[in-house]
């Protein structure tokens, strides 16, 4: 499967404790993006990444929300000190520097803070 | 910024029946997709539109966009089970910020 893929698919947490979302693009894409999607919502913009280059992150949710892309390859999405407001689907997908920004999908880490 | 407003929230048809959701912006569109995702997975892309007026199909979805490029419409013919789901509009907001509408929660029956 060459599609993108996210790891874990859920995560049960207690508040404040520190969680961290793995994104595997796909292989030749360039950009790469995070969103969060609450239940009866869109998903939402975080960040997003051109190679390893952080272009936009003013729309991480707090500080407490940080992620890298440290060879241009995978990404991670970290959240520390967990709320029970950060319960939801995060979501990454990617896409080529092509011109029509397509996005690909993974199927999303499920969140709960407990 | 800009925002992308769907329309209905939600829609349940008999099996056969036409239907359409609308999607408006705030600000004129410059791409504006169309994505498909089943509950409690990620999203897959439909159809992409970039010129006003155009019009594209892909089995029995169609989608258009306006000539003045801030409304888009999808339109399903003959609907089936299996478009069941929540449909998405996106659009780029600037510098590849790609933002999506509410969605529109689609449930067929057989």
């Known amino acids: 499967d060459t599609g993108v893929s996210q790891d874990p698919r859920h995560k049960i947490t207690k508040r404040g404790q520190n969680v961290t979302f793995r994104c595997d693009p796909i292989?030749?894409?360039?950009?790469l993006y995070w969103y969060r999607q609450t239940l009866g919502q869109g998903p939402e913009f975080l960040t997003y990444f051109q190679n390893e280059a952080q272009l936009e992150k003013s729309r991480l949710l707090s500080d407490r929300f940080s992620a890298e892309r440290p060879k241009g390859s995978f990404s991670t999405l970290e959240i520390q000190r967990t709320e029970q407001g950060d319960s939801a689907m995060y979501l990454c997908?990617?896409?080529?520097?092509?011109?029509?920004?397509?996005?690909?999908f993974g199927s999303g880490t499920q969140l709960s803070v407990l | 910024s800009q925002e992308l407003e769907q329309s209905p929230q939600s829609l349940i048809v008999q099996e056969g029946k036409n239907l359409t959701i609308n999607c408006t912006s705030s600000?004129?569109?410059?791409?504006l997709y169309w994505y498909k995702q089943k509950y409690g997975e990620g999203l897959i892309f439909l159809m992409m539109?970039?010129?006003?007026?155009e019009e594209k199909s892909h089995e029995k979805i169609t989608a258009k966009l306006d000539e003045k490029k801030q409304q888009s419409s999808l339109h399903i013919t003959a609907s089936q089970p299996s478009h069941a789901g929540i449909y998405l509009c996106?659009?780029?907001?600037?510098?590849?910020?790609?933002?999506f509408g509410t969605g529109t929660r689609l449930k067929v029956l057989a």
């Open positions: 539109l970039q010129k006003g007026g």
């Open positions: 292989s030749e894409h360039n950009r």
């Open positions: 997908a990617s896409s080529l520097m092509a011109g029509d920004e397509k996005l690909f």
């Open positions: 600000k004129t569109l410059y791409g």
């Open positions: 996106g659009a780029d907001s600037g510098t590849y910020k790609y933002i």
